[in-house]
């Protein structure tokens, strides 16, 4: 196994690179600059400000020069400093503070989102063709359809003005404080329908499945069924989207920070696209890269556990 | 005799007092508190680069010389008063002599100048300029900006209270630069080219500054160092919510006290809470900007037809009915303005004007671009309707671009704004007419050497002089409707929206608060 995950690490390092690389590549070619972006509708007093500005932050040199400056300070651990967003923070710290808030709230979601998600999948896989099951199904499909920055509102209308159960959400000042109610919902609802979807898929599968016939059969307990023989090979393609789920909670959580005012790294990844702040976009990039890649990798970990054919090697 | 009526006197003013305290006491909320949410991001705390809702904490925390009361004077914040020279170039600064920092530390003359010199610095500054876009003609603060020398030769330390400033050229209305945030002062003997200094910096003001980037929160409270008038709010917190739905619900659920609107809610506020609203005087404006150096909008009857075949009024009563449009360049609140001046929407003369333009009809007319801030939607819908109304009266071609800056001088028409950090005619009119103007350097548009001719006429007068009024309504005019080199759109329509218990809120062309003089009730 140890010989695995060492292999596996070392494939990571192409791809982070290449992850690098190409962000970089993009933030020099392509359109817009940080510089000009904070003007914004203004116009400069001193065109020459501009000028000042691009070589205080190395902005001038050539593509090379930056690129190879940009890898060496990272292999020192610097990533920067933010030009727009948080003018001169270092990035590392920037990502740092904002890691902290995302892992909370996603996390959070992540685990709701497990201890909810696949219970109601079983549920609806075992009540399959009834009212339970449509009902499911139903919302399974229709509300991951509907974009966080519309539930966002009409949750805050209902949860917040209507049914007054709720505070409007705004800032962040902890996982357990009443105004990550509604973040938690709207991060959750999405992803936990596709996981039931998901599950309930799954389990009707192994439900056919000769060993668990056979299983049946012997006269196992339907329990023991579910826990040992169905659920087990059930959980591989779920195992997979969990994987995604959680990458993209902490990742991709870019909408509901944003509507909420969330310091996380969501809103860090909106904030910098929004202002060219190449240095943050390339760290958001480098840091969620690696947190998918850890996903992926951990997920490839566990597949044997759930699945004794799947071998490391 | 005389006792006894010197006794009950006495004790009915004594009574009088005692209700009049007893009454205020009641009044007045045991927490003394005011949540706020703002619609910007905090990218920089410090004075000099504050372009966006710094603003609204700069005036109670580092104190610029003056502020801006809601009628636009200026009054009295770190300095006493000023005195200016007859040829308007030299202004001598009086600081109070129990001024200090919060760290006590006492607020000289040469802590101004530091504080100024420091902000100045390019690397402090933000690429629109910010202090230097008011400081750049005193003399010798370009050096210090650029980095070639350390001291502003025109800022000249009289004693410890006292300051002479040395412009190199007469500005008229200068002195307001000196009631901006932008000139707010801070000790600058502290580490400040450390960000983190900018959490909790030493501050000039009542209030101390704090910003935690946790929680995105900013939070004043009281400063024991405080110099002043006691202040009665013991702490202000702000919070930054980019939704204006989330804020507005926020609002409503009695969440917070205060919230800014920019005019995305404006029209369902003046319809739910119409008596808390506190409109944002500006003399600023919003408006379409011309090219005069590109195909077809070179010909100026191109632009006059253009400006004549949109009804705006009838678009904006349709899409934002509560914008306040305006027709003028100088708005209400400047010197000189025409509140009855009116561009006329008249598809017959815009027409004219494009049979009588060097195209003839609309089929010779290339495409005229039209380049827009993308950030802000709403002008996207306005220009739909334009470009609409543009294709119906005069059969013309508009292509819109939403852009996330102002990049290229490849468009014909550009939606633009201004806001004139010294409001005087002069300075407004001067974007447009001047020859070194912000329209010609940077907006190509190259400004009439006949008007500009007539600006500086204008200029020389004093500003008592009736005849200064007339040469700028003249002026604007002209630009308007004979040089068109703008078509102006709508005035600020910013608002703050505030709970009835928030007892004294007034706001300024700084679009500040005056947390200072400001009380909670009970409620």
């Known amino acids: ?313 | 005799m005389r006792l006894i009526v010197r006794i009950l006197a006495s004790c009915f003013v004594l009574l009088g007092l005692s209700g009049i305290s007893l009454v205020s006491a009641q009044e007045l909320a045991e927490e003394q508190v005011v949540k706020l949410l703002l619609r910007g991001k905090k990218d920089v705390v410090h004075p000099s680069a504050e372009g966006g809702d710094g603003r609204h904490w700069l005036r109670v925390t580092m104190l610029a010389p003056f502020n801006l009361d809601a009628q636009g004077n200026m009054v009295p914040s770190l300095a006493s008063g000023f005195e200016k020279s007859a040829d308007e170039l030299e202004y001598t600064l009086s600081f109070y002599e129990d001024a200090v920092f919060s760290n006590g530390k006492p607020i000289t003359a040469s802590a101004v100048k530091e504080a100024w010199e420091w902000g100045v610095l390019s690397e402090n500054l933000p690429g629109w300029g910010g202090l230097m876009s008011i400081f750049r003609k005193i003399e010798g603060m370009q050096a210090v900006s650029e980095g070639s020398s350390t001291d502003a030769e025109g800022l000249v330390v009289i004693d410890d209270h006292t300051l002479k400033i040395v412009l190199n050229e007469r500005v008229i209305g200068w002195e307001n630069a000196l009631a901006s945030y932008m000139a707010g002062v801070f000790d600058v003997s502290g580490d400040v080219d450390d960000i983190d200094y900018w959490r909790n910096p030493v501050v000039s003001g009542p209030y101390l500054f704090n910003w935690d980037p946790d929680t995105g929160a900013i939070t004043l409270t009281q400063n024991p160092n405080w110099w002043g008038e006691p202040v009665t709010l013991e702490r202000i917190e702000f919070q930054v919510v980019e939704d204006p739905q989330t804020r507005l619900i926020a609002y409503e659920n009695g969440e917070v006290d205060v919230i800014k609107d920019l005019g995305d809610l404006l029209d369902q506020i003046k319809v739910s809470h119409p008596d808390e609203l506190v409109a944002i005087p500006g003399v600023g404006f919003f408006y379409l900007a011309f090219n005069n150096q590109l195909e077809p909008t070179n010909d100026p009857h191109i632009r006059r037809a253009l400006l004549h075949a949109i009804d705006r009024r009838a678009v904006f009563q349709a899409l934002f009915p509560n914008h306040p449009l305006t027709d003028s360049i100088l708005q209400t609140g400047t010197q000189c303005a025409n509140p009855e001046f009116q561009i006329s929407y008249d598809p017959d003369m815009a027409r004219t004007e494009l049979s009588q333009s060097g195209y003839g009809n609309a089929e010779n007319v290339p495409p005229i671009r039209i380049q827009y801030w993308a950030d802000i939607n709403f002008w996207g819908r306005i220009l739909t309707a334009y470009q609409q109304q543009w294709q119906d009266n005069l059969g013309l071609r508009v292509e819109l671009f939403g852009v996330d800056n102002y990049d290229t001088p490849n468009f014909n028409l550009q939606r633009d704004s201004t806001a004139p950090t010294i409001n005087d005619p002069s300075e407004a009119l001067g974007v447009f007419a001047a020859s070194d103007g912000a329209n010609a350097a940077y907006q190509s548009f190259a400004a009439s050497p006949e008007l500009d001719a007539l600006l500086d006429e204008a200029n020389t007068l004093a500003s008592t002089d009736t005849a200064r009024c007339e040469l700028y309504r003249q002026i604007e005019e002209r630009l308007l409707l004979d040089e068109t080199a703008l078509i102006p759109q709508i005035g600020i329509p910013y608002n703050w929206v505030v709970k009835p218990y928030v007892q004294g809120l007034e706001t300024s062309l700084n679009q500040d608060i005056n947390w200072d003089q400001i009380s909670i009730l009970e409620h």
């Open chain 1, 1 to 313: 196994m140890l010989q695995y995950f060492i292999k596996r690490i070392a494939q990571l390092v192409p791809t982070v690179l290449g992850v690098i690389f190409i962000t970089f590549s993009l933030g020099y070619f392509g359109p817009g600059d940080p510089l000009k972006h904070q003007l914004g509708e203004r116009l400069p007093s001193d065109p020459a400000q501009l000028e000042r500005l691009r070589k205080h932050y190395g902005l001038d040199r050539p593509f090379h020069v930056q690129f190879s400056s940009y890898i060496g300070k990272l292999a020192r651990g610097d990533m920067g400093i933010s030009i727009v967003v948080q003018s001169k923070r270092p990035i590392r710290d920037m990502l740092g503070k904002a890691l902290r808030t995302s892992v909370q709230l996603g996390g959070a979601a992540a685990l709701i989102i497990f201890v909810l998600g696949i219970p109601l999948g079983i549920l609806a896989a075992y009540r399959k063709n009834t009212w339970l099951d449509y009902v499911i199904v139903s919302l399974a499909a229709l509300l991951p359809t509907v974009p966080p920055f519309v539930l966002a509102p009409l949750l805050l209308i209902l949860f917040v003005l209507q049914l007054k159960l709720l505070p409007a959400s705004f800032g962040w000042a902890g996982l357990f404080d009443s105004r990550a109610i509604l973040p938690l919902i709207i991060l959750v609802i999405g992803p936990m329908l596709i996981v039931v979807r998901q599950t309930r898929n799954s389990i009707i599968e192994a439900l056919t499945q000769d060993y668990v016939r056979t299983a049946r059969s012997k006269g196992v307990l339907e329990h023991k069924v579910l826990s040992r023989h169905v659920l087990k090979n059930a959980m591989i393609p779920v195992l997979t989207s969990m994987g995604f789920i959680i990458s993209g909670l902490l990742t991709g959580s870019l909408f509901v920070e944003s509507i909420f005012g969330i310091p996380g790294f969501g809103k860090l990844i909106y904030d910098g696209l929004r202002a060219y702040d190449y240095p943050l976009i390339l760290g958001t990039t480098l840091v969620g890269t690696l947190i998918i890649l850890a996903s992926n990798l951990l997920v490839d970990l566990l597949y044997p556990f759930f699945d004794p054919r799947v071998q490391f090697g």
